[in-house]
């Protein structure tokens, strides 16, 4: 008998976002009957609901869960009844499971970023990075740079309360690690960081412009992205023009992609074939 699963993903200008065709894609190679709707607040039949009441609307409809991207993720917490380990740690949320009538919150971005970043090759050394946005994705990224081998990590967003709570938050979860919050970059030397990654909405699709110009960075610095609706950023193509190396946003986004199909269906998604997929899509 074919199981029937709904999901979905609630956000602000997510129309070309590819999470709902991967996920239908491998619920499909699966077998399930799998359905993935975006609850799109840009669009006039979402436009006048909150989060609370999206979070009711997807609940009252029988979905298994939903993803939560920009602007969300902080405020999902606060709808909650639980939280995965991650999710209090970084308290910020991207995927709300609902299970037994009750709501988890849960923080695939963070396994998402980690695993891309080390599937990356050819960027070099990650001791040193410099992280634009303390925003709902800037915790788990900022979490996962450190666990995954960065030593000294700014935090930069233009809400200087906003990055130097973050800064303190992720600083108590890993004292080991060197860890600041700044309002923005002319307090700093841009050229002592190895890397940049951008954790800002900036350069999708509804959200034009760059967090950082690369231009500013050393030659050999490393130019990152978590946006990967365009693939290509404006922040990538101007790093690539100068000679950066890159991280593309596809890699945390199948990676998260991956994590979330499992929660919400109970089943191990394949993420090589995720991986063709999202590659098919972007063609």
């Not at 070309?16 to 607040?41: I, W």
């Not at 979402?46 to 979070?55: D, G, H, R």
Request: glycine share 12%; net charge negative; charged share 15%.
């Amino acid at each position: 008998m074919t199981i029937h699963i709904k999901a979905g993903l609630i956000g602000h200008g997510i129309a070309a976002s590819l999470t709902p065709p991967m996920h239908e894609a491998e619920g499909q190679a699966q077998g399930l009957g799998y359905s993935y709707s975006r609850l799109d607040v840009a669009e006039p039949e979402y436009s006048e609901m909150s989060l609370a009441k999206l979070l009711d609307f997807a609940q009252s409809q029988g979905f298994a869960g939903v993803n939560i991207t920009h602007p969300y993720k902080i405020d999902a917490v606060g709808f909650a009844q639980e939280l995965s380990p991650i999710a209090q740690d970084i308290g910020a949320i991207n995927t709300m499971v609902f299970k037994d009538g009750k709501r988890i919150g849960h923080n695939t971005d963070y396994i998402g970023f980690r695993s891309a970043l080390a599937a990356e090759h050819g960027l070099g050394s990650i001791q040193s990075v410099l992280l634009m946005g303390a925003g709902g994705a800037g915790g788990a990224v900022a979490l996962a740079l450190l666990d995954q081998g960065c030593d000294r990590l700014v935090i930069c967003d233009p809400s200087g309360r906003r990055a130097s709570d973050l800064a303190d938050r992720i600083a108590q979860l890993r004292p080991q690690k060197s860890v600041q919050g700044v309002m923005d970059v002319t307090s700093l030397d841009p050229k002592k960081f190895d890397g940049v990654v951008n954790a800002t909405p900036l350069g999708m699709t509804s959200y034009p412009g760059m967090s950082i110009d690369p231009n500013v960075l050393s030659a050999d610095a490393w130019v990152g992205d978590i946006v990967y609706f365009p693939l290509n950023t404006q922040l990538l193509n101007t790093a690539r023009a100068g000679g950066h190396a890159v991280m593309q946003g596809r890699g945390m986004a199948i990676y998260q992609a991956v994590a979330a199909f499992e929660l919400f269906t109970g089943t191990k998604a394949n993420p090589d074939r995720m991986t063709q997929k999202f590659i098919s899509l972007t063609k």
